[in-house]
């Protein structure tokens, strides 16, 4: 679905705003409607979902996510000049568009949302990575969200969808491949932005899984892929040797050479190692 929505082109509306991009607030916006439109159509069927759109910012995604078909978004700003812009959206399409100005850090979206609720962003990468991990480790699951759309910096997208045997491989990979199947959608030069950032984009697409792929529990999991990862040369039997006394075997009976490195163990070794720990 393509509406045309009669609102101006977004340099037009940055410069009505005067919405000169900010440092601080990691602002690197997309003016190109098509491209805002394509990255939309990457988070799914939108039509009988609620959409969670984090750092609108003048609104491109926003108007990407409307434009393909989305029941309602509802939008989380935390940089207050961009409020007008986003009314202005929010008129073309009545009653679809709810802004929220804040800190999505600090907002919890989920009385605002109806499900089945999909989440896309391009957000400042450090708030992406933080929100991330938070959306990825709910008290329970499966999560209020079906998937999530989101705009990283290339080499975070890289650890987000690593295997086993390379320097990207840790602790974001394991979170996010759990309970997701995660994959990069597209790749973004840095002139796709305005202004351009140091580094290429990534779209990461994730799909939250109604199971997880491996039993195992979530805080054992955590804790032992956190003790792994944060020594990484150093074999298992040692980086993990604060976990049990008998680290040596029950690293065997999960399964796993003591002499291991983390980087070399997969997700499914991960499972069983945390199921092992769990054991009296
Ligand atoms: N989505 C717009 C686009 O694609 O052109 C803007 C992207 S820009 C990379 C990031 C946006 O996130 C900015 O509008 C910024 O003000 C907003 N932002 C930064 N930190 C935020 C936070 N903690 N909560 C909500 N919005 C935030």
């Known amino acids: 679905m393509s509406a045309i929505d ?7 509306v940055i410069a009505t ?9 990691g602002q690197n916006f997309l003016l190109d409607l098509n491209l805002t439109a394509k990255i939309a159509r990457q988070a799914g069927d939108l039509a009988a979902c609620d959409v969670l759109e984090i750092g609108p910012g003048p609104g491109g995604l926003t108007r990407g996510l409307l434009s393909e078909g989305a029941r309602k978004v509802v ?8 409020i007008a812009a986003l009314q202005d959206i929010a008129a073309a399409y009545p009653g679809r568009l709810q802004i929220i100005n804040g ?8 009385q605002h949302l109806t499900p089945p609720v999909r989440i896309a962003a391009n ?11 938070r959306w990825l480790t709910p008290p329970d699951w499966p999560p209020f969200w079906q998937s999530l759309t989101l705009m990283f910096q290339r080499e975070v997208a890289e650890r987000i969808v690593a295997q086993p045997g390379g320097k990207a491989y840790g602790r974001l990979a394991i979170l996010a491949q ?14 796709a932005f305005t202004p351009p950032p140091k580094v290429s984009s990534a779209v990461v697409h994730l799909t939250a899984l109604p199971e997880p792929r491996y039993p195992a529990d979530a805080a054992t999991l955590s804790r032992v892929v956190a003790a792994a990862f944060n020594q990484r040369r150093k074999m298992l039997r040692a980086s993990l040797k604060g976990m049990a006394p008998d ?7 999960a399964g796993i050479k003591p002499t291991d490195r983390a980087e070399q163990i997969s ?12 054991r009296p």
């Open 6 to 12: 009669n609102l101006p082109p977004l340099r037009e």
């Open 17 to 25: 705003h005067q919405l000169s991009a900010r440092k601080s607030l």
């Open 75 to 82: 939008a989380i700003e935390k940089d207050t000049r961009c």
């Open 103 to 110: 800190d999505a850090l600090e907002i919890d979206p989920l």
């Open 123 to 133: 957000l400042p990468y450090n708030v992406g990575t933080e929100l991330l991990v």
């Open 178 to 191: 759990w309970r997701c199947e995660a994959r990069i959608a597209m790749s973004l030069p840095p002139e």
């Open 247 to 253: 680290i040596e075997d029950r690293l065997i009976a």
């Open 267 to 278: 997700l499914e070794g991960f499972c069983a190692l945390a199921r092992e720990l769990r």
